[in-house]
């Protein structure tokens, strides 16, 4: 058990620019999350899927923001033409889906500031 | 709906103090309940949850939670407190219809004076 990895831990851009993340999962898990946490708050959903499915997307995903799972392992998070309001922490966490009980495995996070 | 209140966005003990830190819930199902913690820059790590059965769970670093339905708090505590304990403290909520995510507290930042 490696736990979740995050690449990159941080990423300066500009604004218009595209930028995407990558989180790899623990290796037995279903389950993949994201969220997003800005200072001061909690962790905020944005999607999550079951294997290869994205299963749930919150509305604070907007239709510049798009996420993938290919063959249910690691998942990349992309968000186009970036604006300031994007600056925050993106978290990727993952579970193993059984009863429902499973506690989320988080990453580091990446840290994405919109210059 | 869930969701779930920290009272205290800040809490100070003195070292070797009791720690207190508040969660109160808001679920129309039995939940499972969660508390993390978060140090500078990393992510979050799992201090202990709640399931089923015992309604007092011990977690990592002499932490532990009671899960009170009627009051439907999970409030988080520990004895003595050590300087290493300062972080964000992370209440959580899930549930059986819903486990595709977790709602999340607003966090309670942990100062441990010396």
């Known amino acids: 058990d490696t736990g979740v990895s995050q690449d990159p831990r941080h990423k300066i851009t500009k604004r218009g620019q595209n930028v995407t993340f990558r989180c790899d999962p623990i290796s037995e898990h279903n389950r993949l999350y994201w969220y997003r946490q800005t200072l001061g708050q909690g962790p905020e959903f944005l999607t999550y899927f079951q294997n290869e499915a994205q299963l749930e997307k919150s509305r604070l995903l907007s239709d510049r923001f798009s996420a993938e799972r290919p063959k249910g392992s690691f998942s990349t998070l992309e968000i186009q033409r970036t604006e300031q309001g994007d600056s925050a922490m993106y978290l990727c966490a993952s579970s193993l889906r059984t009863g429902g009980e499973a506690e989320a495995f988080f ?9 | ?3 779930v209140t920290q009272l205290g966005s800040h809490v100070s003990v003195s ?15 039995p939940p499972y309940l ?28 002499g932490f532990e939670a009671e899960f009170k339905k009627s009051e439907t708090s999970f409030h988080l505590t520990k004895p003595s407190a050590h300087m290493s304990d300062a972080a964000e403290y992370f209440c959580a909520v899930s549930d059986y219809n819903t486990g595709n995510q977790f709602y999340f507290g607003t966090g309670t930042s942990l100062t441990v004076i010396p």
């Open chain 1, 107 to 115: 990453g580091q996070g990446t840290r994405l500031t919109v210059v």
């Open chain 2, 1 to 3: 709906a869930q969701s």
């Open chain 2, 15 to 29: 070292e070797g103090a009791l720690v207190l830190l508040r969660c109160n819930y808001s679920s129309s199902v």
């Open chain 2, 34 to 61: 969660f508390w993390y913690v978060q140090y500078p820059n990393q992510g979050l790590q799992l201090l202990l949850k709640y399931t089923t059965g015992a309604t007092l769970v011990k977690g990592i670093n």
